[in-house]
Every structure is written in C-alpha cells, then in structure tokens.
C-alpha cells in the first residue's frame, strides 16, 4: 500500500516535467518563427511557458537547443521504441536502420520554414546536428532488451556508433559543398539514402551481435 502512495507523486512530477520541457521547446519555436532566433532571449521563452529563467536552465542550456529539442520532439525515445516494437524474428541491422531512417524522416514538425531557419543559422544547425548523439541511451536499452545482454558493453558500443553515423549524415545533409553568395543553406541529398549509406558499415556489427545472441 506504501510505494503505492508513494509511486503517485513521483508520476506525477515527471508527468509534469515533461509538460513543461513541452511547453518551452514549443515556446522557443514559435517565437524564433515570429522573431528571428537571433531575437529570441532565454527570458522571452521562459515568460512565454510560463516558468521562471530559472526553471527553464533546468531543462535547456541555451535557446538554440530548445529550438532544436521543438524540431526533434522526443526523436530518441521514439527511436528506441519503434527498435523495440520490431519483430524478434527481424534482424537486428534491419531493426536498427530502418526505426532510424523511419523518425528521421517520417512528416513532422520540420516545416520547410523551420528547417531554412535551422540551415540558415550555424549555432542551430550545430545543436541540430548533435542531437543525434541523444538517441544513444535510450538505444543502448533497446539493444540490450532485443539481445538480452545487459551487461556487457556491445549494446552501449553499437548505440554509440548508430548515433554517430546519424550525425555524419546529417551533417552531410545540412552542410553545403561550398559556400553560397547568399548565404542560404540548401539540404543536399536524399536524407533516407544519406542515413543508409552512414549506416551501412555497422550492419556487419549488428549482425555479429545477433549471431553471438542466437548461440
């Protein structure tokens, strides 16, 4: 009856949490919309929410990664979830690149004006791109629940690794060859196809990790 009780408030404080890392990811976006992000304070986006500046240090560390955190809304838990929700029977590689390119590119908030701004911007497209290394823990799980190896490093090394050719291709894809007179970035490449390649020399890894697990 006691960690009944207990569990209650520790439900709902998260419950919360998350409402109000919404509430500021949200905020950030659509004031860097109607503003500019480069006139978008800390302050503006914390009174915009709701919260105090204080409270909104406790969940961003700078308003370019509450922009981003708007673009990729949860990206990494999604990603975790949709490698767990793969058949046991699908391999392991399979799982892993196609839940990748799957939440990469799947319709969402990353509207052709939201995804010039981020380009347009270094400091965005910088918190862009190593957002991708957050999908690394939650994939780590994912790994070590379909291999049932908790313990050992491998799902930890592999998630690792998915995160950091995710990061490849999309520095690739927001980066341009050469510098543009007007300044303006233009994604390059097929997203989907820029990810596949990144992934590519990991799946010999992946299918290793399913082959000591079938054993």
Same mark, same amino acid.
């Given at each position: 009856m006691l960690r009944h009780v207990t =569990? #209650?408030?520790?439900?709902?404080?998260?419950?919360?949490k998350q409402a109000t890392r919404k509430?500021? #990811?949200?905020? =950030?976006?659509r004031l860097a919309l109607e503003r500019g992000p480069e006139n978008v304070r800390v302050d503006d986006i914390a009174e915009a929410a709701g919260v105090s500046p204080r409270t909104y240090n406790n969940y961003f560390s700078s308003r370019e990664q509450a922009i981003v955190a708007a673009i990729t809304a949860d990206r990494e838990a999604r990603v975790a979830a949709a490698v767990a929700a793969r058949p046991s029977d699908v391999p392991l590689a399979d799982a892993v690149v196609d839940a990748i390119v799957e939440q990469y590119t799947e319709p969402d908030e990353t509207t052709r004006d939201v995804l010039?701004?981020? $380009? $347009?911007?270094?400091?965005? #497209?910088?918190?862009?791109i190593d957002a991708a290394r957050s999908?690394?823990?939650?994939? =780590?799980?994912a790994i070590a629940s379909r291999l049932g190896d908790a313990d050992s490093? $491998?799902?930890h090394v592999?998630?690792?690794?998915?995160a950091a050719a995710v990061h490849v291709a999309l520095e690739r894809w927001v980066t341009p060859e050469l510098p543009s007179p007007t300044g303006l970035v233009v994604p390059r490449g097929s997203l989907p196809?820029?990810?596949?390649?990144?992934?590519?020399p990991l799946r010999p890894a992946l299918d290793a990790a399913d082959t000591r697990q079938e054993r």
């Amino acid at each position: 009856m006691l960690r009944h009780v207990t =569990a #209650r408030p520790s439900g709902l404080r998260e419950r919360k949490k998350q409402a109000t890392r919404k509430a500021l #990811r949200e905020a =950030a976006l659509r004031l860097a919309l109607e503003r500019g992000p480069e006139n978008v304070r800390v302050d503006d986006i914390a009174e915009a929410a709701g919260v105090s500046p204080r409270t909104y240090n406790n969940y961003f560390s700078s308003r370019e990664q509450a922009i981003v955190a708007a673009i990729t809304a949860d990206r990494e838990a999604r990603v975790a979830a949709a490698v767990a929700a793969r058949p046991s029977d699908v391999p392991l590689a399979d799982a892993v690149v196609d839940a990748i390119v799957e939440q990469y590119t799947e319709p969402d908030e990353t509207t052709r004006d939201v995804l010039l701004m981020v $380009t $347009t911007r270094p400091a965005l #497209r910088d918190a862009f791109i190593d957002a991708a290394r957050s999908i690394e823990r939650p994939l =780590a799980d994912a790994i070590a629940s379909r291999l049932g190896d908790a313990d050992s490093v $491998t799902p930890h090394v592999l998630a690792a690794s998915v995160a950091a050719a995710v990061h490849v291709a999309l520095e690739r894809w927001v980066t341009p060859e050469l510098p543009s007179p007007t300044g303006l970035v233009v994604p390059r490449g097929s997203l989907p196809d820029l990810l596949r390649s990144a992934l590519a020399p990991l799946r010999p890894a992946l299918d290793a990790a399913d082959t000591r697990q079938e054993r």
